[in-house]
Each structure stands twice: as structure tokens, then as C-alpha cells.
């Protein structure tokens, strides 16, 4: 029994008949066969999964694609733009923000949606801002470093802030 | 985790959401942030036939203040309430429980009256509710009526809520001068649920207590009020004696188990050490300080 969904994902309207039961991340990864997005827990720990759903941070293993109908989905997909790399991902690079880059797409869209809400955040906000996400490998100190890189780098050009859609 | 197959419903009004309870009834589950839900499906220790989703109903989404009580919409996100300023200058403890509750991500879908309904022991919100003195409004056929919290939790999971109602309100007291509050939660790594949590409301009137709420998280079969170390303090001055005695009746009023987050004793005893800091930082927001 299919449900027919409209999701804006990264700026691009994508239809599909889905059953109610498909999770949003397997309608990502699965229906538009976009596998940035990572599946870690699978039961609303880990934060892998993490994509904006109107504009804020959700864990999409939780939510079912149907709730989506007639809403915007951003990616890690829809951050670069143009082939340049978003001002999170450079710094994500730069400051060596990752290790295994497991938690690294879900790290990068609950930066994303922190850094809209805070553009200036202090390090307690933004391990506050991170602590539904988690890293393995790191310890976390260059993922915070790499927040507060990418901070700097959106505050001085704004206009590289937006992603796709 | 692939959840069982079920009919899905998005209705855009509490009348169309409630008849759709009628006619399933307790084949029927509500959809609000899902948090609870979606993770019960999953694991299959859930598997409705019928989900009805409530995000697509306008209006049940606000933090308000009139007629002497702050209504919170429903479907109001524990991150909505966490960042409301109306919520952080004037309902210390409110503000206090919204942000230890799981953690961001949870917060931005998780929803205030999805957690009551679930009524899980270890949800922040029964404990915050019943130290606030709060009452709930049900929905059902036939309208509204509202439900004091002490009537509300009837026990693991089970409420007062009848199958064709739907939770659409909650209602504080408005605050008052010298009206304070504080929410305290030990947890072993954050975004967890409680090991202990201890909520306080209470109003002080020259100088004693003329209203005392303490709603205790995860320490029994239900959220619970510590109802005699509440009643120790009324018409008293919450000095370091009488703190101390209403805390010892709080750890005495509760009914832990032992279980992976510690045995009971130790439990017992979060409870008594938080119920005295709650009450000494309540005490300290009504008298004006931080």
C-alpha cells in the first residue's frame, strides 16, 4: 500500500510512492540512492543519520519518510555548491575534524543548523550543540575546533552559509 | 530496523485526529515527535495497525501566558520550550528540564504532551509536571476536560487518558512573585535517561512556603510526587533543617529498582542529595537570585 510523497531534498522536488513504514533515511539512502547520509545506531543515538528537515536538525532513522511529504530535506549531498566545498566541510578538513568519517556527515548538518541559530557559539555551546551526535574516534577536541573554524570562516563571508534548497 | 506495516493517517484537525480515534481505538496510535514511538516500532515492541500523525494539525504548538496559567500546546518540541524566553525568565524549572531532556537532535522533534501520554517513568516532563502543580486537557468526542497531573499517571506507561482522547494542552500555574523552581538530573553520560531526577516547584510567601511541589524521575513504577516532604515544608521556613528532612522523606517516598543504572540504595540516596540542592536552588530563584 503506497503513500505518494513530494520531498524537497537539496533544493530538488523528488516524488516516489513510499509505505508508510519506510524510514526516512532508507527513503534517502534507499528510494533516491543518495548514501551520504549514514545509518550508525539505528535506534536515535548516535546521530549519524542527522539531516535538516525544514531547516532543523533531525535524526531521520527516527522519522518516517512520509512526514516529509510536502517538506525540505537538506543533505551533506547539499552542501557544497558549484563543486566548492561548504565552509563546514573546509574546516572539517582543515582542523582534521574527523578520523574513520563515520559520524562526519551527521557531525557537519547538526553544525550546519547550530551555526545558523549561533554564528558565534563558544565551546561549551557547541559540545552542548554536538552531544546528540557521536564520534568514535576522535575525542571530539578537533570537531570542536573545526565548529569554531567554520564559525569564522561563515562569519566572514555570509553569503557561502545557505546550501542547496 | 524495518517497523511492521501500518495505514497512515495525517488528519489537520483535533476533531478529524480524535474521530479516527473512535473508530480504531486501540488499534490506533498518535504520531506527535515520534520519539518514542518510532524506536518501539522499530524494535517491533510496538506495532500498530493505525498511525494517525498529529504534526499536520495547525495550532497546537504554543507557550502562552493568560487567565493566570501558562498553556503549552501539545505538539510543542521540548527544544521550542528550552529556547522560549518567556520559559527561561520566568519558569526556572521548566527551563531547567527541557534542556537535559535526551539531547538536540531528540529535542527538536520530541514533543511536551507526547511525552506525557507515553507516561514512561523516566520521562523528564512527569516529574517536572507534578512538582509544577500542572494539569493536562484530553480531547476526546465530546471536547475537552482537563486532568490534574496527580490523577495522570496511572501507572507504567498508562494514563488517564481515555483511547478516543487525544492530549492537547498543558496548563501551569502562571508565576507569581516569590515563585521559584529548579530541575536536577543525574545521568551517567549525556542525553541519557535518569538515574534520578528530582523537580521542584514551590511559591514563597514571606518567607515560608506557601506552595511546594517535588516530582520525582525514574525511581519508580511512575513519575512521582514526593507528596510528604512537599506537605514538611508548607507554612515552614525552607531553612538547612527543614531542607534536609524533606529531602530524607523524598528518598524515603520513593520505590527504585536495582538496575543498570545502579541498585536502589544508591538511587534512594541521588534522590535525597538532589531533592535538597532543587530545594536550596528554588529557594535561592524565589528570593530573586539566580
Known amino acids: 500500500m503506497g503513500n505518494r510523497i513530494t520531498v524537497t531534498i537539496n533544493g530538488t522536488a523528488r ?9 526516512l533515511v532508507h527513503f534517502i539512502r534507499e528510494v533516491l540512492g543518495m548514501t551520504g547520509t ?26 518516517f519518510a512520509v512526514q516529509a511529504d510536502g517538506r525540505t530535506v537538506l543533505t551533506v549531498e547539499g552542501l557544497a555548491r558549484d563543486g566548492e566545498l ?5 574546516a572539517f578538513r582543515e ?21 545558523q541559530r549561533l554564528p558565534n557559539p563558544t565551546e561549551e555551546q557547541i559540545r552542548w550543540g554536538i552531544s546528540g551526535n557521536l564520534c568514535r574516534c576522535t575525542g571530539y577536541v578537533n570537531i570542536v575546533a573545526a565548529i569554531k573554524d567554520a564559525a569564522e570562516k561563515l562569519r566572514a563571508s555570509p553569503a557561502r552559509a545557505g546550501g542547496k534548497g | 530496523m524495518i517497523p511492521a506495516s501500518f495505514e ?5 484537525t483535533v476533531p478529524d485526529a480524535v474521530n479516527l480515534l473512535v473508530r480504531y481505538g486501540q488499534e490506533a496510535k498518535l504520531l506527535a515527535g515520534g520519539h518514542s514511538l518510532v524506536p518501539l516500532m522499530k524494535l517491533r515492541l510496538a506495532a500498530p495497525r493505525y498511525v494517525v500523525d498529529l504534526n499536520r ?38 527551563a531547567d528540564a527541557a534542556r537535559v531532556i535526551s539531547d538536540p537532535l531528540v529535542r527538536n522533534m520530541g514533543t511536551i504532551g507526547g511525552s506525557l501520554a507515553h507516561a514512561d517513568p523516566a520521562g523528564d516532563w512527569g516529574a517536572a509536571m507534578l512538582a509544577g502543580g500542572a494539569e493536562v486537557v484530553a480531547t476526546g468526542p465530546g471536547g475537552p476536560r482537563t486532568i490534574s497531573i496527580d490523577r495522570f499517571f496511572e501507572g507504567t506507561f498508562v494514563t488517564a487518558l481515555r483511547p478516543d ?9 502562571q508565576a507569581v512573585k516569590g515563585q521559584g523552581g529548579a530541575y536536577l538530573k543525574l545521568e551517567r553520560k549525556v542525553g541519557d535517561f535518569a538515574i534520578a531526577a528530582v523537580g521542584v516547584g514551590l511559591v514563597l ?27 514538611s515544608l508548607i507554612g515552614r521556613k525552607p531553612d538547612d533543617a527543614a531542607v534536609a528532612r524533606a529531602a530524607e522523606t523524598a528518598a524515603a517516598e520513593c520505590d527504585p529498582a536495582d538496575d543498570l543504572r545502579g541498585p536502589a540504595d544508591y538511587k534512594r540516596d541521588v534522590v535525597r542529595v538532589l531533592t535538597a540542592r532543587a530545594l536550596r536552588l528554588a529557594v535561592q530563584r524565589a528570593r530573586g537570585g539566580a
Open chain 1, 15 to 23: 516524488e516516489a510512492e513510499v509505505e508508510p513504514r519506510l524510514l
Open chain 1, 38 to 63: 549514514h545509518i550508525g545506531c539505528d535506534t536515535t543515538n548516535c546521530g549519524a543519520c542527522t539531516v535538516l528537515l525544514d531547516g532543523r536538525a533531525v535524526k531521520s532513522c527516527t522519522v
Open chain 1, 86 to 90: 561548504h565552509p563546514i566541510q573546509e
Open chain 1, 95 to 115: 582542523q582534521h575534524g574527523l578520523q574513520c568519517g563515520f559520524c562526519t556527515p551527521g557531525m557537519m548538518m547538526t553544525a550546519y543548523a547550530l551555526l
Open chain 2, 8 to 12: 497512515y493517517f495525517s488528519p489537520r
Open chain 2, 57 to 94: 494539525i495547525a495550532g497546537l504548538s504554543y507557550i502562552r501566558e493568560g487567565d493566570g496559567a501558562l498553556c503549552i500546546g501539545a505538539l510543542t518540541r521540548h527544544g521550542e520550550i528550552e529556547t522560549s524566553d518567556l520559559i527561561r525568565a520566568r519558569y526556572p524549572l521548566l
Open chain 2, 165 to 173: 482522547e487525544i492530549l492537547t494542552e498543558v496548563r501551569l500555574p
Open chain 2, 205 to 231: 510567601d514571606g518567607g515560608t512556603c506557601a506552595r511546594v511541589g517535588i516530582g520525582l524521575c525514574n525511581v519508580g513504577p511512575t513519575s512521582l510526587r514526593a507528596e510528604k516532604a512537599a506537605r
